[in-house]
């Protein structure tokens, strides 16, 4: 099923309308579309393009969180890291972590040790029906020596050994997303990029006082400027971190505020030009601060920083100063032996806001990553619920604890329902649920042998897009030129026929929205002119643009991706 961006569907009522198309509001809308309710879901951007693809790439119960007591938090983590594993296993790879302990590690090694065993036994159910390359071994640990020949640029000073222990890969939370997305557009329901809820609809004048119901919302089309309505039952504010800005318009007092929390990832060139390392490093400083090293797609991939932030979510950028805590504590963790990273090592970087549940008692680091579903009505507004905290790991539990309780409102109460259980579905493109991924790409080496497609090209299609990835073959069956590569780097696999399935199947309006989140070179580091020219020639036909149109949205696309970086270079460096 195509995603469609179709504004004449906003004239029909809905069920249910999210506001929010990143992690969480894609599950609630394939929860809710599951279940048989007429679903819209809008995004005042692209699908994905708030912090759901600004991750640390990983479907984690996130260990650090048993120093805060978090057992709950981990266990269901832990429990949705299985789910999401079975039902997309072309997305997800088990990978191992190294935890290094030093003699001055804090907190002591027996501790870290304590910790990984307690992290484990949290996820006992870590290998129920999982596939055998899929299956997460039993922790262990690794002498220094051990340590030392995995990851060679590790401090030796000191250095004792390290916990080795499994959590998963997300290799491309943008294609993941896309694919559950996808999913609820299987199910029935109607996603719109670009549309932005501007307002709410009420039954009567809010400004009057009293109680009110929420009707549907008024919606700005960010690509012609068109304001609509559109009529629902029941509205969920699922804006993560723009979601107390959401609320604004309403014009009175929720009560619901968000810890607004600036993470910033750094992509490099592999740490200490070492590209054979294949663990995951969780770094821990002197200091205090920790960094996690994972290698990814050739680079080294470090992050996050977590640090609270006042700014609207749209004004937040990585600044130099994320860069040198990054780097800094990286840095303070590598042996004499080998070259510190710095600045020139650096390719891109990432920022997303982590939309915190407030908690005037903690800072952001240790503020709890639960969420929390609020129902306005107490407040005086009538089916409306928000959305605070959580993770993208636990979005689909997230989505599944929303639509059952929506379904117990008086919203929703009186509506039919089918059955509809996304723990045994697997995500929209999966070849099969809980299968290894090795036999089904085998095969897709040795299908269609007379495409002008090399088996890397091959393997890269189907890891991106599973069994759509015909379809791209199908393109370039009918066209053998949009076998073309769109860069002339060779480690950037993407192929033209990509484009104009993202354009014509994926809903991809801007360049943006096809190089950062339906293809991956935007997420390789620095696109150049040429490759922004290859994507824009391509979509300019499918989407109507004039030359002049082409020229300026490769110019504005240019100029954005270099602002972002000369903020990050900050003076020095920038110009
Ligand atoms: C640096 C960092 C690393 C992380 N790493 C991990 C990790 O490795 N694993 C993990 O499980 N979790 C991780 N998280 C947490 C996870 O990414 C977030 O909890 C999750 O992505 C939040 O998703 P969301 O849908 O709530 O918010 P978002 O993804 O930000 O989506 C909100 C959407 O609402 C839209 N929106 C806002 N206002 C409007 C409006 N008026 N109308 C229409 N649409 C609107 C926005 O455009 C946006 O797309 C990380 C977070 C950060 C910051």
């Not at 073959?473 to 780097?489: F, G, K, Q, T």
């Amino acid at each position: 099923m195509r995603i469609e961006r179709d504004l004449a569907q906003l004239t029909q009522p809905f069920d249910v309308i999210v506001v929010g198309g990143g992690i969480t509001g894609v599950n609630v809308a394939r929860e809710a579309a599951g279940r048989g309710l007429r679903t819209l879901v809008v995004d005042k951007g692209d699908f994905g393009h708030g912090t759901s693809s600004a991750t640390s790439k990983l479907i984690h119960g996130g260990i650090r969180y048993l120093e805060t007591y978090e057992f709950g938090v981990v266990r269901e983590s832990l429990r949705e890291r299985r789910v999401l594993a079975l039902a997309a296993p072309h997305l997800v790879q088990q990978q191992r972590f190294l935890m290094p302990a030093w003699r001055w590690s804090k907190p002591p090694t027996a501790l870290i040790g304590a910790g990984v065993l307690l992290y484990t036994a949290l996820g006992f159910d870590r290998n129920r029906h999982m596939p055998a390359d899929m299956r997460i071994p039993m922790p262990s640990w690794l002498s220094r020596d051990k340590t030392l020949a995995a990851v060679p640029w590790l401090d030796p000073d000191q250095l004792q050994g390290a916990y080795a222990y499994h959590d998963t890969f997300n290799l491309h939370p943008e294609r993941l997303l896309l694919a559950f997305l996808q999913s609820a557009v299987d199910v029935g329901a109607v996603a719109l990029n670009h549309v932005e809820a501007v307002g709410f609809l009420f039954d009567r004048d809010p400004a009057v006082g009293g109680d009110v119901t929420v009707q549907g919302l008024q919606v700005l089309d960010r690509l012609t400027g068109e304001r609509h309505q559109v009529r629902g039952r029941a509205v969920v504010n699922a804006a993560g971190p723009w979601m107390d800005l959401v609320l604004r318009d309403l014009g009175r007092s929720m009560g619901v505020k968000v810890n607004r929390s600036k993470g910033v990832h750094l992509l490099t060139k592999p740490v200490a030009g070492q590209a054979q390392v294949r663990d995951t490093v969780f770094a821990r400083a002197r200091s205090g601060h920790h960094v996690i090293v994972s290698p990814w797609q050739g680079h080294s991939f470090i992050g996050p920083t977590d640090t609270h932030v006042d700014d609207a979510p749209d004004a937040v950028r990585a600044d130099r100063s994320d860069v040198e805590l990054i780097l800094g504590t990286l840095n303070d963790t590598i042996s004499a032996g080998y070259p510190k990273m710095t600045e020139e090592d650096i390719e891109a970087t990432t920022v997303g806001i982590r939309p915190l549940i407030v908690d005037e008692s903690k800072d952001s680091y240790t503020t709890s990553r639960r969420h929390e579903l609020y129902d306005h009505a107490p407040s005086g507004v009538q089916h409306l619920w928000s959305i605070g905290g959580g993770k993208w790991t636990t979005g689909r539990a997230l989505g599944v604890e929303t639509v059952e309780t929506l379904l117990k409102s008086a919203a929703l109460r009186d509506l039919p329902v089918r059955e509809f259980d996304s723990r045994r579905a697997t995500a929209h493109g999966a070849f099969a649920w809980a299968e290894d991924a090795r036999p089904y790409f085998d095969a897709v080496v040795r299908s269609r042998p007379t495409l002008p497609l090399d088996d890397v090209t091959r393997l890269h299609l189907a890891r991106l897009y599973g069994t759509d990835h015909e379809r791209i073959l199908d393109l370039v069956e009918r066209e053998p030129s949009l076998a073309a590569r769109i860069s002339d780097r060779p480690d950037r696999l993407d192929i033209a026929a990509q484009v104009v399935f993202a354009v014509t199947d994926e809903a991809a309006c801007t360049l943006s929205d096809v190089l950062d989140r339906r293809l991956v070179i935007g997420t390789l580091g620095r696109v150049d002119r040429t490759e922004v020219e290859r994507v824009a020639l391509l979509m300019a036909p499918l989407r109507g643009w004039s030359v002049e149109a082409t020229t300026a949205a490769v110019e504005a696309e240019l100029g954005r991706r270099a602002a972002v970086e000369l903020r990050w270079r900050g003076t020095t460096t920038g110009a």
